[in-house]
């Protein structure tokens, strides 16, 4: 003879989910796993029966334990909760967390554009944004009262200039200044990239404003040519613009760099621009004069440079359409990106 | 510039749709901006980059384009006119007017200019006049030469003097606006008068007019720079002064002179009734010999370049070029003056064949020979990312400030260092701090709703001593919000003073301290200096509600720090060593105390150093002030956490030295056990 578990089962089941209360539950269990309990009865009726069922009535007796056991707990958890007064949590209310900030989108994509060249081997190097005259024109070839400095109106300081009498120094107007530094500071080989703040007197619209930031891009050893500055610059926009980028380079003038070119790109990554070609750098190769300028002898090295402009690489990038949004800093703003 | 295709149909047949024609001059280096049909013309816009005045004429630019299509170039055949007496000339400043020009044509007819050139001058935007006047404007635009034509019968004493113009002096150009004039400036005077502004713009009076009958027409060649500054301290330019003072050809002053003869003789009749030509030194200006050696292309562009396709460019764009063994030889032609050295030479090559054509490489960028001192360089980025790790976020604002901002703020530190050339009030100044530069974005946020802010910016103040990076923090509004807390707290004076805390800390900055402080920019009472080994480094406190005020901002605290991280930087401790892990447990015990004029960090130090080395820290738990305890006392709960590096300590010896403690607390300060 062997029990008939599955009535036994069911006879549980019904009675546990009947228990309405904790006490019901508990009279529940002793009905079944107390000492004078069904579990019990069936384990006492073990030594009495025929020694071909004792196996079966032993495990029958172990599975229907279990069952209780497991149908108990669960119900007790809930009648738990209930007598408690408690219900379950909300799964769905927003998780707490301290909201991080944000670095300002100038500076992500200025540390964005350096990184791709410091794994190229690039170093950085910083130069002051109060410059002398020397340093931000003379040594780069652009003579005073030139047209050539017309691409550069500067803004003067009241500060005389230690270097050159009668003038006075001036906030950079580029970042170029930087590469005549590290030129008259350190000797080739030379890779680096200087970013930073340069000042322009230019009246303040969507695109133009009278700071912004720029990367210089410097490198000076004795093979440098100009197919490793296509190389390099390519290999920059991959990587920056994605591997789909259309790239031109267009003869330019620069005074401190010959020959001279600006990269015109093109992308379908550009809101509303798609199809256009957009300037994003102007690059060359140094200029004799500015090797001069640096001390270096006549013929010994050749040297590349270029310089970005970091605000319109992110506007690009980020479909931002007007340079004031960086300077508003409009939380909303900020915590876009 | 703007050129016309049909008057380029004069000089060159390229063969060249306008579009292919655009592009291929756009990658030569003479950037088409935009074209745009004019009648059964197409007129482009170019931008000609200074370094190239030669190309401010059609003829310059067909040469270009002779060059880029490899067609053969016209240019117009010129009488050849000579000196005759009739016309007195004087040239009184020699430096400034190497060369001067005037003829004197008699009997002309004024008349309009025939509509077929007439034409091709509207298309580049001029006015038709009458066919002396235009023909100056049209030699002008067709040979880079600027001209201009006197009435001679105008001109007092029958004279040109080429001098500098004496102070005060005045001239009615021909806008119609009177100019005064300085010694730093060069006319062309009759006897009495200037008549023309050198290389400028003429005078009015002396203007040609329906009713003129004889002519002077001058070509000359003017200094550049005494043009350029003239220009500028006037604030008058035109075609002619964009050209004297990017340069003009000394070669083509002649030339032109001859040519505008032919015109005016061919459209208005007349005869040359005297001529004089006065060159100052050379008739032709000495172009260099340039050699171009075979390595060079290579060693510039990293290819070579056939050099019979060299040869054929260069002499395509006006130079002389011989073959010297495997070098070239070349001298440019005294139009390009900005043809000087072997790597002009390459570059004229490279753009006329593109750049796009030359190959490219991957550098190979070596071992640098720059010391790289990781730590100083990543010293602010860190502080920034600890920062916003914190919650704040970065703005970015201007280097400059108005003095009212300033005042405003409250700045009462050494005097800023000056723009000369501002180009508005609002950039005056350099900033001396960041304080009111950020004011001005926490107001215009808070304008705009935004009124829970911790803001920073890691740049740059500007003192008469030099430019400093510079790091200000500044909170307002609550605290993040959190729903499980309900109402959200405002933060103060400690939510700057602990977030300026942890990110120096983080970066190992040692010896940071702050001492309560009075400033016109804040709160009496609520502002500390932070020094660093007694260094001030720089400010934090409450901002005073004038400040506020000042720039509109209502109704809330404002907190703000400034630090000269400079100074931070320099205090990095070294490295952190490992220190073990504690094995014996740790003992904590509160004490509460009613505290009079007492720093808790003088009370935390004295702690520490009656511990007998085993109490690790001194947190603080609670500080109350308010009605349950008497006026100027203050009610601190601190923490004090024990525990020893070899053994685990009982409650005697904790207790003792704990109770040590409180007494030596109680004895030394205005304290008592509360």
Sequence with gaps: MVWDVETIKRDVAAQVDAAATLDVLDAVRVKFLGKKGVVQEMYAALPAAAPADKKTLGQQANAVKVFVEELMAGRKAILSLQAKGAEAIDVTLPGVAREPGTRHLINQTLEEIC???ERMGFVIQRGPEIETEFHNFTALNIPLDHPSRDAFDTF????????????????????????????????????????????????????????????????IDKNVTFADLKGLLTAFCRKFFGEDVKMRFRPHFFPFTEPSAEVDIQSDIFKGKSGKWLEILGCGMVHPKVFEHAGYPSGEYTGLAFGLGVERIAMLKHGIGDIRTFTENDLRFLKQF | MKLSLNWLKQYIDHGFSADELAFRMTMAGLEVEHQQVCGDDIVF?????????????????????????????????????????????????????????????????????????????QALGLKPISNIVDTTNFVLFEFGQPLHAFDADKLAGGRLVVRRARKGEKIVTLDDVERVLDESMLVIADAHRP????????????????????????????????????????????DACYRFERGVDFATVEKASDRATDLILELAGGKVAGRKDTVVGDRHALMPTIMLGSGDV???????????????????????????GDSLSVVPPESRNDLKIMEDLVEEAARVIGFDNLPMTLPNVGAVNIPVDLENENFIPRIAANLIAQGFNEILTYAMISRLALEKAGYAGVAPIAMQNPMSAEQELMRPTMLANMLLVVGSNINRGQKDLRLFEAGKRYLPDGERWTLGIVVTGRREADWRKGKREFMDFFDVKGALEAALGRQRVRGVTFLAGESASFEPGQAARVLIDGREIGWIGKLSDTVLLNFDIKKTGVYFAEIDLEYAAAAVGPHAKFEALDEYPSVV???????????????????????????RKVELVEEYRGDKIEKDTRGLVMSMTYQAKDRTLTEDVVNAIHEGIVAKLVGTFAVRRR
């Design chain 1, 115 to 117: 990184d791709v060249f």
């Design chain 1, 156 to 219: 003067y300081l009241d500060q005389n200039d230690p270097d050159a009498a009668g003038r006075y120094l001036l906030l950079r107007s580029h970042t170029s200044p930087g590469q005549m530094r590290v030129m008259r500071k350190h000797k080739p080989p030379l890779a680096v990239i200087i970013p930073g703040k340069v000042y322009r007197p230019d009246a303040v619209d969507a695109s133009h404003s009278f700071m912004f930031h720029q990367i210089e891009g410097l490198l």
């Design chain 2, 45 to 121: 816009e170019i931008e000609i980059t200074p370094n190239r005045p030669d190309c401010l004429n059609m003829l310059g630019l067909a040469r270009e384009i002779s060059a880029i299509t490899d067609k053969d170039l016209y240019i117009p055949t010129v009488q050849q006119h000579v000196d005759a007496p009739g016309v007195d000339i004087v040239i009184e400043d020699a430096a400034a007017c190497r060369r001067y020009i005037g003829t004197l044509i008699e009997a002309v007819s004024v008349r309009a200019f025939p509509a077929e050139k007439a034409r091709l001058l």
């Design chain 2, 195 to 238: 008549v023309a502004i050198a290389g400028i713009m003429g005078g009015r009076d002396t203007a040609v007019t329906a009713t003129t009958r004889r002519v002077i027409l001058e070509s000359a060649y003017f200094d550049m720079g005494l043009i350029r500054r003239a220009s500028r301290k006037l604030g008058l330019t035109s």
């Design chain 2, 298 to 324: 290579q060693k510039l562009l990293g290819t070579t370049i056939d050099p019979a396709r060299i040869k054929r460019i260069l002499e395509r764009l006006g130079c002389a070029v011989t073959v010297a």
């Design chain 2, 589 to 615: 015990r509160d004490v509460s105390l009613a505290v009079k004029g007492v720093l808790f960090e003088d009370m935390r130090t004295l702690c520490l150093e009656n511990a007998q080395g085993i109490l």
